[in-house]
């Protein structure tokens, strides 16, 4: 692992490479089974990381919970301040850290560098909102009385995110999490450990310089079993899961079970609709970086382009020219605009949706193929592909984390389009590229887009952390991030005080004694 500097940066991050049992984050109990982390970058083991067993959750979460205790009573500008200064952290640290996201998952070094910027804006979020849970006050009904509610910590927040934004996605939690005055414990993918122990790393130094507790901050690993730990932990009152619609039906199965709440984000299947009026240099850039970037592997990634007819063999030649000059190969080289997938099992999945879109009826305008030779040893390097296809075929319906990009013709009005952009299980991300008021308007109404997320002249994905993201039908229900998702970290109470000597009671109901 000697590439492009990494060595160098995981000896910045206090990670050990090719040292078995490496696994910290202070608090670390991981006393389990061995978990190898390879790049799909070269191949190469980068290092080994013990998995958490079930004795070391327990003392995982008894660390947790006595840190609660003190964690809770710090005021929130305070608890602001703690997260200010992991925010100043990771601006030291951006670099090796975005290093270690692109070599360990694979996205382009920019992108990496990406992921770490939203982890330090969302940090500047937290420390603003530090400020600012507010409650409303209302007026009571009842003379000489006062009514108000309040936002108190919840408790231990368990965080299962996925492998393809190893570290924004934790961050987006935790940061808010922590102003809110919960403690968090966290299980990032078995495919990115390393990005978990490096963020878990730069917590536990922050949180020993200021003299906290190192169970504000949990490290937990393993595969799925270990998220099944906290999803049946009536000690966890919020499961945030990131993932699969698969995964998430089941989180939300065994956290409903015992009456916790959880927030999920799940999978989308993004299109961006072009109309009649879009700008052409506009769409392509957006398409493209939405098909290709991270390798297509974003919840928010553009899945389907909707072009209007008229559009349609204009808009299908400049993609088709645009993926003609893609450069894929090693994501650290900053030449290269697209890195490989996850995992070999990445690579299957897309073989088997390429060969299913043509089985189905659809015609492939873009090859694709996974790359072999110099510098693709890996074999997780595929080909950026365009098919030409229906709505209805399966595999459209079917979010596949891969480059693909489904192209689908709509005629007449735009409402023809949103007919097939809604026509599916996903409402995480959408877009409109039109220069057309009435149409954008029309996207954006109550009979437009039903996704979370609606943009106008801008692509699906690299939403900004100020807003609420998240996205409906079988993406969940949950929002992250910005505006007041902090809200779900916390528990409301209302509060009515009666400050005179007879007691009234509401609805005017008499009860003489
Ligand atoms: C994800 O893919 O899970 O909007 C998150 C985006 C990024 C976050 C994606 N800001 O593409």
């Known amino acids: 692992a000697t590439t492009f500097g990494i060595h160098d940066a995981l000896k910045q991050l206090g990670i050990q490479d090719i040292n078995p049992g490496t696994s910290t984050g202070s608090n670390n109990f991981s006393s389990g089974d061995i978990l190898a982390s390879h790049s799909p970058v070269d191949g190469a083991l980068i290092a080994k990381v013990k998995t958490t067993s079930k004795e070391d959750y327990d003392k995982v979460m008894e660390a947790a919970t006595s840190a609660f205790k003190t964690w809770k009573n710090k005021p929130a500008p305070l608890r602001g301040e703690i997260v200010r200064q992991f925010g100043d952290k990771l601006r030291e640290l951006k670099e090796p850290l975005g290093k270690l996201v692109s070599y360990e998952m694979g996205k382009s070094y920019q ?3 990406g992921e770490v910027q939203e982890m330090i804006d969302i940090c500047d979020f937290a420390v603003g909102l530090s400020r600012q849970l507010h409650g409303l006050t209302m007026h009571s009904e009842r003379p000489g009385h006062r009514m108000y509610e309040q936002y108190h910590p919840l408790g231990v927040v368990g965080i299962i995110s996925a492998f393809n934004f190893p570290v924004a996605v934790w961050a987006w939690n935790t940061a808010l999490a922590w102003v809110c005055g919960d403690v968090c414990v966290w299980k990032p993918s078995e495919k990115t450990p390393l990005c978990g122990i490096a963020c878990q790393n730069i917590a536990a130094a922050v949180l020993k310089e200021n003299n906290l507790p190192e169970g504000i ?10 998220g099944e730990y906290m999803t049946q932990d ?37 299109a961006i609709i072009v109309t009649p009026d879009a700008d052409l240099k506009m769409t392509v850039i957006g398409a493209v970086f939405g098909a290709v970037g ?64 043509v089985e189905e009826g659809g015609k492939i305008i873009v090859e694709g193929g996974v790359l072999e030779g110099e510098g693709y040893e890996s074999g997780c390097y595929v080909k950026p592909a365009i098919a030409e296809a229906e709505n209805s075929f399966e595999i459209v319906q079917h979010e596949t984390f891969a480059p693909i990009l489904y192209l689908l013709k709509y005629s007449g009005d735009v409402e023809n389009a949103l007919a097939i952009q809604n026509g599916v299980v996903q409402g995480l991300s959408s877009a409109i590229m ?80």
């Not at 901050?217 to 270990?226: E, P």
């Not at 609420?468 to 509060?495: C, H, L, P, V």
Request: contains cysteine; aromatic residues 6%.
């Open 234 to 270: 009536a000690r966890i009152p919020l499961v945030s899961a990131t993932g699969s619609i698969r995964m998430g039906k089941i989180v939300a199965q065994a956290v409903a079970a015992r009456l916790g709440k959880s927030l999920l984000e799940l999978g989308g299947n993004n």
């Open 294 to 357: 991270t390798a297509g592997q974003r919840c928010t990634s553009t899945r389907r382009l909707i072009v209007h007819e008229s559009m349609y063999d204009k808009v299908k030649e400049a993609v088709v020219a645009a993926y003609n000059q893609l450069r894929i190969g090693n994501p650290l080289d900053e030449n290269n605009h697209v890195g490989p997938v996850i995992d070999k099992d990445a690579v299957k999945m897309y073989q088997n949706a390429l060969k299913k879109v």
């Open 111 to 113: 992108e990496g560098l």
């Open 434 to 513: 039109t220069n057309n008021l009435r149409e954008a308007e029309r996207f954006l109404s109550v009979n437009g887009s039903d996704c979370g997320i609606a943009n106008v002249n801008i692509g699906t994905s690299g939403a900004e952390i100020g807003g609420a993201f998240g996205g409906e039908k079988e993406t969940g229900g949950g929002r992250e991030s910005g505006s007041d998702a902090w809200k779900i970290y916390m528990r409301r109470q209302t509060n009515t005080i009666n400050y005179t000597t007879e007691l009234p009671l509401a609805q005017g109901i008499k009860f003489d004694l």
């Open 217 to 226: 901050s949990c490290l937990i690993n393993g595969d799925y079993k270990v």
